[in-house]
C-alpha cells in the first residue's frame, strides 16, 4: 500500500478517535481495510460501555469478521491512531490480520514497539507486518489535547 493510501485510511481512523474525544473516552480510532476500502470502524467506548475491553481496534475486528463472514481477516490492514496495546496486538494476530499501522508510540501499553514487541515473538504460528508513524503528529496531539483537559476540568479550569 502507498503512502497515500496509508494516510487517507489513517485520516478515517483519525476521525474515530475524534468521535471518541468528543465522548469523553480515550482519542483512539481504528480501520480496517480490505482491498484499498474500509470494512469497519471503531472508537473506544470502554466508559460508555463500561467495559474494559472495548478498545477501537477490537471494536473494529469484531465488525470486520461480521462483515467478512469469518473470524479471519487475511489480506486485512488494521490502522489504529496509537500503537495498539497487548491485547489489542494480539487480537489482530489472533484473527490472522497482514499489516498493523500506527500512528503514534503508546510508551504504557504499546504492544508492538513501547512495553512488548508481540509480532517479533518466535513461537506465533501468523506473522503480521507493522508500519509505524503515519499521521503521528495528529495522533499525538489529539491525545495530548485529551489529556490536557481532563487535568484543566480536575483542577476546576
Not at 508492538?112 to 509480532?119: F, H
Amino acid at each position: 500500500m502507498d503512502k497515500d493510501k496509508l494516510e487517507y485510511f489513517m485520516d478515517i481512523a483519525l476521525e474515530e478517535a475524534l468521535k471518541a474525544y468528543k465522548e469523553d473516552e480515550v482519542p483512539v480510532g481504528a480501520v480496517i481495510a480490505k482491498d484499498n476500502k474500509v470494512i469497519s470502524k471503531g472508537h473506544n467506548s470502554v466508559e460508555k460501555s463500561k467495559d474494559a475491553i472495548m478498545h477501537a481496534e477490537i471494536i473494529a475486528i469484531r465488525k470486520a469478521q461480521k462483515i467478512v463472514g469469518d473470524w479471519r481477516l487475511s489480506e486485512c490492514y488494521l490502522f489504529s491512531t496509537i500503537e495498539p496495546c497487548i491485547m489489542c496486538t494480539s487480537a489482530a494476530i489472533l484473527s490472522r490480520i497482514d499489516t498493523i499501522v500506527y500512528g503514534a508510540e503508546d510508551p504504557k501499553f504499546g504492544g508492538i514497539k513501547s512495553l512488548i514487541n508481540i509480532p517479533e515473538l518466535k513461537n506465533l504460528n501468523h506473522k503480521i507486518n507493522v508500519i509505524k508513524s503515519v499521521r503521528e503528529n495528529e495522533a499525538i496531539e489529539l491525545m495530548q489535547n485529551f489529556f490536557k483537559n481532563i487535568r484543566l476540568k480536575r483542577r476546576g479550569g
